[in-house]
């Protein structure tokens, strides 16, 4: 019984501890240099819908673009196919948690499986911005992460004037 429940408790450290830390943090900090790509990541897809920000924004020629827009798609299938697999694991091993007769082996065979589908998944994403930053230098590379940045503290602006905004609003028609 006691090693099940550390079974357990390593399994809910695994998979909600990265959740719990992003929660207190504010939007757009991390505390690494690898947590600070991901927003990169994610922005990628829309900045890389703009072909004239990019090849007028960073000086990129068609190539580039093509070969940014073809390591995008690669990208997010692959992602796709890797978050699939993460989440069946981890539906796995509550399914395993939840039977009574399970094995030790058969649960950190499960965990194991959570753990590197996971892991997979970070893989993918590092080795995307490095296939980016080799497309465009580094450079160029800096200046797309500066880009982002800006964009997205655009929107953060944007959405905060909305918020207010419809707060606001509501606040009226609540008077009346």
Do not use: C, W
Not at 9 to 33: I, V, Y
């Amino acid at each position: 019984m006691k090693q099940r429940l550390l079974i357990i408790f390593t399994f809910l450290l695994l998979t909600q501890g990265s959740f719990a830390q992003d929660k207190r943090q504010k939007p757009g900090k991390h505390n690494s240099k690898v947590g600070s790509l991901f927003p990169i990541i994610m922005s990628l897809n829309y900045v890389l819908k703009d072909n004239k920000l990019l090849q007028d924004g960073l000086g990129l020629t068609e190539e580039q673009v093509d070969k940014l827009k073809k390591a995008n798609l690669e990208f997010r299938k692959s992602n796709i196919k890797l978050t699939a697999q993460t989440q069946l694991a981890q539906i796995d091993l509550e399914e395993h948690l939840d039977n009574e007769n399970v094995s030790e082996q058969k649960l950190l065979e499960a965990l194991e499986l959570v753990s590197t589908t996971q892991l997979s998944l970070k893989k993918n994403s590092i080795q995307f911005l490095y296939k980016v930053k080799t497309i465009l230098g580094q450079q160029n590379f800096q200046r797309l992460k500066e880009l982002i940045s800006s964009k997205r503290k655009g929107h953060e602006k944007r959405g905060k004037e909305l918020k207010k905004r419809d707060k606001d609003h509501r606040g009226d028609k609540k008077e009346k």
